[in-house]
T-cell receptor, first 112, second 111 residues
Framework: KQEVTQIPAALSVPEGENLVLNCSFT??????LQWFRQDPGKGLTSLLL?????REQTSGRLNASLDKSSGRSTLYIAASQPGDSATYLC???????????FGTGTKLQVIP | DAGVIQSPRHEVTEMGQEVTLRCKPI?????LFWYRQTMMRGLELLIY????????DSGMPEDRFSAKMPNASFSTLKIQPSEPRDSAVYFC?????????FGPGTRLTVL
């Protein structure tokens, strides 16, 4: 059974700081890994999708990396802004039925 | 594209009542997912469909929950009878190949 862990559960940083969010998974036989953002009371917004054959994906100030052998992904946010404050979740697709397993999320607060 | 559409956005009901949540996936997407999110348990996958066929319903908590997808553009999640512990936000998501797109969710409160 795939298990996905995100550490830390919460993170508070001053504006402008570069930061890294972590996602770990137990079964390395994955199809892909997706990073989402969730604002309070809202749905999930897709940020980046990394295929199992890829090492990283970039979108603006966001960079996601994937190391399947170690069961880890990181989401790097450059020059953080207060608008980046949200909960960030990673989701792993794996298994014969391409089941999706979510991590518990990291709640990020960027202080002006 | 309107994205994934869910209705209602909010539902308040009394224990024992039947609740039906609705989802319209993005056109052309062939996979549909139902999730439940609570503070205690986070985001849980309840069931998902490929080409309208239920593939994995191991996340459905008990027989009170049922889901259907009669065609490619519509799915329902039904709870009968509802209980206070079913209170949560229920999300629907759809996927064409790899990337999932989520609806805004239905906030269910069972009194």
């Amino acid at each position: 059974k795939q298990e996905v862990t995100q550490i830390p559960a919460a993170l508070s940083v001053p504006e402008g700081e570069n930061l890294v969010l972590n996602c770990s998974f137990t079964d390395s036989a994955i199809y892909n890994l997706q990073w989402f953002r969730q604002d309070p009371g809202k749905g999930l917004t897709s940020l980046l999708l990394i295929q199992s054959s890829q090492r990283e994906q970039t979108s603006g100030r966001l960079n996601a990396s994937l190391d399947k052998s170690s069961g880890r992904s990181t989401l790097y946010i450059a020059a953080s802004q207060p608008g980046d404050s949200a909960t960030y979740l990673c989701a792993v697709t794996s298994g014969g039925y391409q089941k999706v397993t979510f991590g518990t999320g990291t709640k990020l607060q960027v202080i002006p | 594209d309107a994205g994934v559409i869910q209705s209602p956005r909010h539902e308040v009901t009394e224990m024992g009542q039947e609740v039906t949540l609705r989802c319209k996936p993005i056109s052309g997407h062939n996979s549909l997912f139902w999730y439940r999110q609570t503070m205690m348990r986070g985001l849980e996958l309840l069931i998902y469909f490929n080409n309208n066929v239920p593939i994995d319903d191991s996340g459905m908590p008990e027989d009170r929950f049922s889901a259907k997808m009669p065609n490619a553009s519509f799915s329902t999640l039904k709870i009968q009878p509802s209980e206070p512990r079913d209170s949560a936000v229920y999300f629907c998501a759809s996927r064409r190949v790899d990337e999932q797109f989520f609806g805004p969710g239905t906030r269910l409160t069972v009194l």
